[in-house]
């Protein structure tokens, strides 16, 4: 349920790389969507990589990973700094244009993703992530306020901090994702006035292609999978809509 217009509504998750359908899906639902890029980096989870179809017709996943500079300690993600030493961009290129150059819409979108990359390749991590997810929900037509809380400077940690991100915002509402509601009780927020709301998000199918045959559906893949399948009809996908 879209709740939008319900007071001041918002959710907050740790920005991604290309990140899943179901991260779409809650910034759609929210009137402000609050990076979380104060908190610490930590590899091996969805901020520096994501999952793509391995092969053009195959049922299998591959990663698609941003390599990272290597540091003593673990930065924040704001500071994460991405490596200069592997051509990545030219990996990641590769590697889409071997899986989707035979999807409907790849081309509608292939050529201003890797601009993107490429440009941002010698900044934060948090940033090149930032910048391809506003140009999804730009491509989507979505709307919603994007913010990050390393400009809100919310203290404390875990629970605590989410807390007054969502104080100092003047949210009344904070949809959260799964993860986020493994650790956390609703009664932590509603007992300072904030209503507590899991995404529990159900994932939709939707026709993969190669060519003019529909593959076997694999989900949970990159915003790239959809947006080369289906193209304009992507949001009404992740909104459960189907195709008109």
């Not at 201003?112 to 940033?127: M, T």
């Not at 956390?184 to 006035?193: C, H, P, S, T, W």
Request: some cysteine.
């Amino acid at each position: 349920m879209n709740i939008k217009g319900s007071g001041l509504s918002c959710a907050i998750c740790q920005p991604h790389y290309i990140p899943w359908i179901g991260y779409f899906e809650m910034i759609n639902r929210v009137d402000v969507f609050v990076f979380l890029d104060d908190v610490q980096f930590i590899k091996r989870e969805w901020k520096n990589r994501n999952k793509i179809r391995k092969s053009a017709t195959g049922a299998d996943t591959k990663w698609l990973t941003i390599p990272m500079e290597k540091d003593s300690h673990r930065p924040l993600i704001k500071d994460a700094r991405i490596s200069r030493e592997l051509p990545w961009v030219e990996n990641h290129s590769n590697s889409l244009k071997t899986v989707y150059k035979d999807a409907p819409f790849f081309d509608k979108y292939f050529n201003e993703i890797i601009r993107i990359l490429n440009h941002c390749k010698q900044d934060s991590l948090a940033n090149l992530n930032v910048n391809t997810i506003k140009y999804f929900c730009a491509q989507l037509g979505l709307t919603t306020k994007l913010i990050l809380s390393s400009n809100i400077h919310a203290q404390g940690k875990r629970e605590e901090k989410l807390l007054n991100i969502c104080k100092n915002i003047g949210a009344n509402h904070y949809l959260a994702n799964n993860a986020t509601g493994s650790y956390i009780e609703a009664d932590y927020f509603l007992e300072q006035g904030i209503q507590f709301e899991l995404q529990n998000y159900t994932h939709p199918q939707y026709e993969q292609k190669y060519k003019n045959t529909v593959l076997p559906f694999i989900s949970h893949l990159s915003i790239l999978d959809l947006l080369f399948n289906c193209g304009e009809e992507s949001l009404n996908v992740i909104q459960g809509k189907g195709f008109k």
